[in-house]
């Protein structure tokens, strides 16, 4: 398997581990943690631990993942980028990822409109991240070592 395609499957699973994980999180919280006596304090590290805690799991597992195949530096930058920049997808998915649902609900009845949301979610997720990490990695591949000087010019 070409690096590229093994770096798009790694981010696919680690946007459908974030995805899984992003919803249990949000039905376990919703129903049990944020009470109408919670404090908004609480509340707020609640929800915040929400967001950071499958973000960072996702991070490490596709760095895990990614040392497989790829030096350890660029395995760490492609984490790091999916890390930082999951945010971003997250936020573009859930709302685009409605539409997708729409058109799926639309084309295959509404049985299958919450799948395809749900896939559509999953889908921009990866898509983004991959963009992101694969020029991490060429960042890495092209840039000199840290720590290192540079040579002379000729």
């Known amino acids: 398997m070409r690096p590229t395609l093994r770096l798009f499957v790694a981010v696919g699973e680690a946007a459908l581990l974030l995805t899984a994980v992003c919803f249990a999180v949000a039905l376990i919280v919703g129903k049990s943690f944020l009470t109408p006596v919670s404090s908004p304090a609480g509340k707020a590290l609640i929800v915040g631990l929400g967001l950071v ?4 799991t ?7 993942r990614l ?4 030096s ?12 930082f920049f999951t945010p971003v997808p997250l ?3 859930l709302v685009l990822g409605q539409m997708v649902g729409g058109y799926t609900g639309a084309l295959f009845g509404n049985r ?7 896939a559509g979610l999953v889908l921009i997720i990866t ?4 963009i992101a990490s694969a020029f991490a ?8 070592p840290v720590g290192y000087p540079l040579p002379p010019p000729d």
Do not use: N
């Open 91 to 93: 936020a573009m998915g």
């Open 53 to 56: 805690l499958p973000i960072a």
């Open 127 to 130: 898509l983004m991240s991959f």
């Open 67 to 70: 040392l497989r195949y790829y």
């Open 72 to 83: 350890r530096p660029e395995a760490r930058a492609a984490a790091i980028t999916f890390g």
């Open 58 to 64: 996702a991070s490490w597992w596709t760095f895990r």
């Open 112 to 118: 299958f409109a919450f799948a395809g949301a749900v």
């Open 137 to 144: 990695i060429w960042l890495v591949r092209h840039s000199p």
